[in-house]
């Protein structure tokens, strides 16, 4: 766990992630911290933030399909960083916190309290509120924003004071707390000795039947405790997703936060920004000509003045300068040296990789397999478990028979040659350097370096001049 906890006035805190619920509205059967926005599981991007603020420790409330909620705030982490906490049955917010009371009852902190389904909240929003929290000397301090449409979220109800009286619920509060603009974002910090000491006395007396952690501020007033508010200006920032309509909004939100970025900051053409899907983890060069509907996810890097056509989709890929991607191409997991052509129609995937100025062209799939500087397969090929050298010539049709029923079997072809159109390469073979295969040969066995082969299975018909 990080120790500098420089940023926050030299005072140690601990974060406390909520994320056992199921989510009822988002009618799934996943999980809501489990669904994706930006190619990314909410509690990823909930996690990531966590982890930009230094904190002493990261606990995350897990209950529904708690094990691939671990396992995707270990993918974002990396395992042992984030401690986990079993809440066994779900039984509100309140009921979540009391659950980390064992981890955290001691700490003698502040915590942090995080839901996992506030994706968009920034570190920096963040620092400054646990700053004003140390500062004030409050017990806890709520996180509230103003709604245009507060309908769903707990209503922070003051008093004559203009302080913090209560928190309201949604399915609780009575029509006059409803009109209530201001609401509490669900991000908290509290001293974690009163935290756990006033969270006993809550109870599941409201509409719900649900243990709610927005007693806790209410029980603390009344103890004689201070409770602060802290306004953030950006609601968008703060607001929790409930249901996949809010997801999709949210989707949209930071697509078009990411695609202005790359045109303003990165100097990248998209022909329709609103049609194009990038992941704001992708970097893109300058002069980058991006057409509609294509999709850059994952950690992908495009060089310079690379276009990229209509209906591609570049998945944890590389691609180095003036790369050409035509249209409806899938790239997963490989990489493009400059000046490369790929489609249309094409799929690159298990670790490909093509050197400089090396061509595929339509309907060639290219799986864990090389192809050397200059090398070019146009057409209706299949390229697996390859190794293919430079300025060599794969004609249409042509195979690598790469899997003999158990096991997969490498190619090797090596610089100079030509392969003729439909052309099966059973593996393991070898072509030699500069040599020709006929077309519709099927090539059995290692083929010597400058020699011509044909025929089924293939012979050697006569020695090549170098
Ligand atoms: C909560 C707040 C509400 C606030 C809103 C802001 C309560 C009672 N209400 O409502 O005042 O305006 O957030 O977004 O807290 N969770 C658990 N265990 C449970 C229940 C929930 O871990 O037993 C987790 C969920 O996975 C989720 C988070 O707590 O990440 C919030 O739960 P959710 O049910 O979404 O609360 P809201 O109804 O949105
Ligand atoms: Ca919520």
């Given at each position: 766990m990080p120790q500098d906890s420089s940023k926050t006035n030299n005072s140690s805190f601990d974060i406390l992630i909520l994320a056992a619920g199921l989510g009822t509205r988002m009618k799934s059967g996943l999980a809501k911290v489990l669904h994706k926005l930006d190619g990314r599981p909410l509690i990823a991007h909930v996690c990531r933030t966590a982890a930009a603020l230094g904190p002493r420790t990261i606990h995350v409330v897990v209950g529904h399909q708690a094990e691939q909620v671990r396992a995707a705030v270990d993918q974002e982490l990396g395992p042992g960083k984030a401690a986990f906490i079993h809440q066994a049955e779900q039984r509100g917010t309140g009921d979540a916190v009391l659950a980390a009371r064992d981890a955290l009852a001691d700490a003698n902190s502040t915590v942090l309290i995080l839901s996992g389904d506030v994706p968009l909240v920034r570190a920096e929003s963040l620092q400054a509120f646990i700053k004003e929290h140390v500062a004030s000397k409050a017990s806890c301090t709520i996180l509230t924003i103003r709604l245009e449409n507060p309908t769903d979220?707990?209503?922070?109800?003051?008093?004559?004071?203009?302080?913090?009286?209560?928190?309201?619920?949604?399915?609780?509060?009575?029509?006059?707390?409803?009109?209530?603009?201001?609401?509490?974002?669900?991000?908290?910090?509290?001293?974690?000795?009163?935290?756990?000491?006033?969270?006993?006395?809550?109870?599941?007396?409201?509409?719900?039947?649900?243990?709610?952690?927005?007693?806790?501020?209410?029980?603390?007033?009344?103890?004689?405790e201070q409770v602060s508010l802290y306004q953030q200006s950006d609601a968008r920032e703060v607001s929790g997703i409930n249901t996949r309509a809010e997801l999709a909004e949210f989707e949209n939100l930071l697509r078009r936060r990411t695609i202005r970025g790359l045109m303003l900051d990165a100097g990248v053409t998209f022909i329709d920004p609103s049609h194009s899907y990038i992941s704001s983890d992708a970097k893109i060069g300058r002069d980058c000509i991006i057409h509609p509907d294509v999709h850059i996810e994952g950690e992908s890097v495009l060089g310079e003045a690379c276009e990229i056509q209509q209906g591609s989709r570049v998945v944890s890929s590389r691609l180095g300068n003036r790369v050409n991607i035509k249209d409806h191409c899938l790239i997963i997991d490989s990489s493009i040296a400059d000046d490369c052509a790929v489609g249309p129609f094409a799929h690159l995937r298990m670790n490909a990789e093509m050197e400089e100025r090396a061509v595929v062209g339509n309907?060639?799939?290219?799986?864990?397999?090389?192809?050397?500087?200059?090398?070019?397969?146009?057409?209706?090929?299949?390229?697996?478990?390859?190794?293919?050298?430079?300025?060599?010539?794969?004609?249409?049709?042509?195979?690598t028979c790469n899997y003999d029923g158990k096991n997969k079997n490498p190619t090797f072809i090596e610089d100079n040659v030509r392969i003729g159109s439909d052309t099966m390469l059973v593996a393991p073979v070898r072509v030699g350097k500069g040599s020709v295969t006929a077309a519709g040969s099927v090539v059995t066995e290692d083929v010597p370096p400058n020699t011509l082969v044909a025929g089924v299975p293939a012979k050697v018909k006569k020695k090549l001049d170098d």
């Open positions: 979220y707990g209503r922070i109800v003051r008093d004559d004071a203009d302080s913090f009286l209560k928190i309201a619920e949604q399915k609780d509060a009575n029509d006059e707390e409803r009109q209530i603009r201001e609401v509490n974002s669900g991000i908290y910090c509290f001293d974690s000795s009163k935290l756990f000491r006033a969270i006993q006395q809550i109870q599941p007396t409201n509409s719900q039947h649900e243990y709610y952690l927005t007693d806790v501020p209410g029980i603390l007033k009344g103890d004689g309907f060639v799939e290219v799986k864990k397999s090389k192809i050397g500087r200059g090398t070019k397969s146009m057409h209706l090929t299949y390229l697996g478990d390859a190794t293919i050298g430079e300025n060599t010539n794969i004609g249409a049709g042509t195979v």
